[in-house]
């Protein structure tokens, strides 16, 4: 699972670095005017919501998580890291969906203290190995 949570970390890291060369072209002086400013700060969530996926992507094989704990963690943090900057882009088209963005929350909240839990209750020998 946590090669799942590399996979959705890197693919994440080039679809928002597409996401900034496009983003660069539309402030560029040839290019066209007009950006949005939530694309702005949606990107950059996206960005270190993805870096984060693929460091706990190697933390989580350090900790004792197992079974339904580990799930929860890795898929928790995976539709979080996607669903929090998606639902921050449609804030011009449907604002009510905005109030999902404390569900995605809640949802990156958990695994991380799943993490914390897991790397708490690690026997540091085994860890470190």
């Given at each position: 699972m946590s090669r799942t949570l590399r996979i959705s970390g890197y693919v994440a890291l080039t679809i928002q670095m597409l996401w900034g060369l496009v983003q660069a072209l539309l402030i560029a002086p040839v290019g066209p005017e007009g950006l949005p400013a939530v694309s702005i700060g949606a990107h950059a969530h996206f960005g270190v919501l993805s870096i984060l996926?693929?460091?706990?992507?190697?933390?989580?094989?350090?900790t004792t998580l197992s079974g339904r704990r580990r799930q929860v963690a890795v898929w928790g943090f995976i539709?979080?890291?996607?669903?929090?900057?998606?639902?921050v882009l449609l804030e011009g088209v449907a604002?009510?969906?905005l109030m999902l963005n404390f569900v995605w929350g809640f949802l990156l909240l958990v695994s991380m203290a799943l993490l914390a839990w897991g790397t708490i209750t690690a026997d540091e020998a085994t860890a470190s190995a």
């Open positions: 996926a693929v460091v706990t992507s190697f933390g989580i094989e350090r539709a979080g890291q996607w669903l929090l900057p998606a639902t604002p009510p969906l």
